[in-house]
């Protein structure tokens, strides 16, 4: 299929994409596919004052009515699934399957947030006081920001604006510079969602186009209540501290460094096999990517010539071709981390074997490589450092206490995962003095998360927490309540003040 007819089946005409000053580029040959044009800081003042005026009638719609809105958007994107798909392939470079996933997520996301639309429950309290009655409600926060990544491009918006807008609060997205038509076509497909619904109010969703300063400018407003941010650590530290500073609520989704545990008691036939999904799609570039396999010396002489035959055999190449599984890096500035990631690997004693450059001839404005696996001989400082690309580093370990160490050792706290059959080892893993990690599997690579559960990771990581179980709760704003039904007036704490 051409660059054209995907544009043009997600609805964007050539006036669409001429005449800005934001260059967009596909990752799959680096040519420019649209010159968009960008929001200024007014616009961004202009566009939180618009959200202000829906927050004002959106909360006031019941909650299981809100939850129609996302049933119907979450239609409208089972109807756009393959364009919609396709579109993420194109301008950030994963390959269809992993595009139609995003989507598939995007669409269970909104099942669920239709479900939680009638269960925002709060808990009763018993009082303290006689002919007291205490409960806990939530109300809705108000204006919610959603920056967001390259990577997931789609994903992430719909994570945070199915469980936003049930929630009773408008959204106000500033999706990466490196992918914005994404953006706009979700934008497209909620306004027919919106159309559907018949009375909802104008501007419940606004997508802001522009670089980091448009990001800055929504951030620092004291009227949006909720920043929720995906993106690289150093992002997360700017945002975080200005959203502080006027105590506002922020979610932050930051950097992984993911590591797999390979127990000598592991499946190393199911290992293999996650480790190669997990470490190469995407090209190494999601944020639950593997990075780190620490493996039992036991089984290290049987496991790696296994995944070095396994890393032999990958397809790498355009990925919208069918049979590729790894396609470009997003951009050349990534091509460059990686390799100055493998020329600091080998600086520390590591051995290389693959991350060689590919399709150079074919793709010269692109960046294809082969994933690359590093033994290294213990976690030097490049191990500890997230780069956003396929690389593995592969070390040994002894015992189970040393292999959790290895994993906990390193400043992010994403996702992380052991392989064994020993079930001592597996709970010790997922136990208090195991995985710090915001996500702990066994048997399971540390990529690739259901919407159900929360996601989230730990220290640099963020904290936040987004998607399932009870995430809504940081959409929300929690009051206690207590009710005097009595006719006298006791105070708490058995206090007496007679006046
Ligand atoms: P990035 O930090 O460069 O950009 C992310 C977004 O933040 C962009 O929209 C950008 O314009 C905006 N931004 C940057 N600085 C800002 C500032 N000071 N104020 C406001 N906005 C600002 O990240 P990227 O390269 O697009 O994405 C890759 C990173 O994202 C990786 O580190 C990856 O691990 C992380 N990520 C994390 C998760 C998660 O859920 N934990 C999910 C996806 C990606």
């Given at each position: ?265 592991a499946d190393?036939?199911m290992a293999?096999?996650a ?142 995962c052991i392989f064994t059959t020993?079930?001592?080892?597996a ?14 599997n066994v048997n399971i ?55």
């Open positions: 299929m051409k660059f054209e007819q995907i544009l043009a089946a997600s609805g964007f005409s050539d006036q669409d994409l001429t005449g800005g000053s934001l260059d967009v580029h596909t990752p799959i040959d680096g040519s420019k596919i649209a010159a968009l044009q960008t929001h200024t800081a007014d616009d961004v003042h202009d566009a939180i004052e618009a959200s202000k005026a829906a927050f004002a009638t959106w909360r006031k719609v019941p909650a299981p009515r809100r939850g129609e809105l996302v049933r119907l958007l979450g239609e409208e994107l089972r109807n756009e699934k393959e364009n919609l798909g396709r579109l993420v392939t194109l301008e950030c470079g994963k390959i269809v399957q992993e595009g139609l996933g995003e989507v598939q997520e995007m669409i269970d996301i909104c099942d669920f947030a239709v479900g939680l639309s009638r269960q925002l429950y709060g808990l009763t309290i018993a009082s303290e006081r006689p002919g007291h009655a205490m409960r806990e409600t939530w109300h809705p926060m108000g204006v919610c920001g959603v920056i967001s990544a390259f990577n997931f491009p789609v994903a992430v918006w719909s994570w945070n604006t199915a469980l936003a807008l049930v929630c009773g609060n408008p959204v106000i997205w500033k999706p990466s510079e490196k992918t914005p038509l994404t953006a706009l076509a979700c934008k497209r497909i909620f306004e027919r969602a919106v159309a559907r619904f018949g009375d909802a109010p104008d501007n419940l969703l606004q997508v802001l186009i522009g670089e980091r300063a448009v990001g800055e400018t929504l951030v620092a407003s004291r009227d949006v209540a909720i920043v929720s941010a995906t993106g690289s650590t150093r992002m997360g530290n700017a945002v975080g501290i200005k959203v502080a500073e006027r105590f506002g609520r922020s979610i932050l989704e930051l950097g992984g460094n993911n590591a797999m545990i390979v127990s000598d008691s190393l036939e293999v096999r480790i190669v999904f997990s470490a190469v799609g995407t090209a190494g570039q999601r944020c639950t990517s593997l990075r780190r396999l620490i493996a039992h010396e036991a089984i290290y002489d049987v496991l790696m010539p296994r995944l070095r035959e396994a890393y032999a055999n990958l397809p790498v190449g355009n990925p919208l071709d069918d049979g590729v599984l790894i396609g470009p890096l997003i951009d050349a500035q990534s091509g460059a981390a990686m390799g100055a990631a493998l020329d600091q690997a080998k600086s520390a004693g590591g051995t290389v074997h693959g991350g060689e450059l590919r399709l150079t001839e074919q793709y010269p404005d692109a960046v294809y490589a082969n994933p690359a696996i590093v033994e290294m001989p213990g976690q030097s400082d490049i191990v500890k450092h997230e780069t956003f690309a396929p690389i593995l580093y592969v070390m040994k370990y002894k015992s189970l206490n040393e292999a959790i160490h290895l994993q906990n050792d390193v400043p992010q706290g994403l996702s992380s020993d079930i001592r080892e709970e010790e893993f997922l136990s208090d003095v195991g995985s710090d990690c915001g996500i702990a690579g540390p990529s690739g998360a259901e919407i159900g559960g929360a996601f989230g990771g730990e220290k640099e990581t963020g904290g936040g927490r987004e998607s399932g179980s009870d995430a809504w709760k940081a959409y929300m704003r929690r009051q206690t309540n207590t009710v005097n039904y009595s006719r006298e007036l006791p105070l708490a704490q058995g206090i007496k003040f007679e006046i």
